[in-house]
């Protein structure tokens, strides 16, 4: 898979399949968008630190660029499954109630996102499966666009930021190496590893009445 994403990162099509892959990963979380964007990041830092002497225009891919369709494509996928959950239907309102994370993020996040809370959004989107939860959650709640949007932008925000920062600093800081990757993989599923600790932490009982 390395060596596919790669050969990738030396071409424009790295953009659509980033904003593709962190669209659809709403729905699919087992998608390695994360490890796409880190990838991304760090060939744009090799070919930095490389001097190539192919003129700046032809580099791909570009940091800004990146760091924009990453943002952009998280809230978008953000929406689309927000909007699923709130049009609802049988048989989703079926598969929401049999997973015990969905069932539990619509007892927190209603409150959350009511008292202006919503960092949970923004935590949830580092956790495996916590953007789908939060999302999903907050259409099935029928949460309103005003208080779900806003944290869903800075939540793509702040993960996308994270992703390319890890993969361009990382490979600056460690060289053009596997390692610099590897590096930046470990401390991208550290932050997810944390995240998941604080999502599920139970809500003191002072704070949920």
Request: no cysteine; aromatic share 8%.
């Amino acid at each position: 898979m390395f060596e596919t994403v790669g050969s990738l990162t030396t071409s424009p099509l790295i953009y659509a399949l980033v904003a593709l892959s962190v669209v659809l990963d709403v729905f699919l979380p087992v998608l390695p968008s994360g490890v796409l964007v880190i990838a991304a990041a760090a060939a744009a830092a090799a070919a930095g630190a490389a001097g190539s002497p192919d003129p700046v225009p032809q580099q791909v891919p570009d940091i800004l660029a990146l760091l924009v369709i990453a943002t952009t494509a998280s809230v978008l996928g953000d929406l689309a499954a927000y909007r699923l959950a709130w049009r609802g239907g049988a048989r989703l309102d079926k598969a929401i109630a049999r997973s015990r994370r969905l069932t539990r993020a619509q007892e927190r996040l209603g409150t959350a996102l009511a008292r202006g809370g919503g960092a949970l959004v923004v935590i949830a989107r580092f956790a495996p499966a916590g953007r789908s939860v939060v999302s999903l959650g907050a259409g099935k709640t029928h949460r309103k666009v005003k208080e779900f949007l806003p944290w869903s932008a800075l939540a793509g925000m702040a993960w996308a930021g994270y992703s390319v920062a890890l993969g361009y600093f990382g490979t600056q800081w460690l060289g053009a190496t596997w390692l610099g990757t590897a590096v930046s993989l470990v401390a991208l599923f550290a932050a997810g590893g944390l995240a998941a600790y604080l999502v599920r932490r139970p809500v003191p009982a002072a704070a949920a009445s």
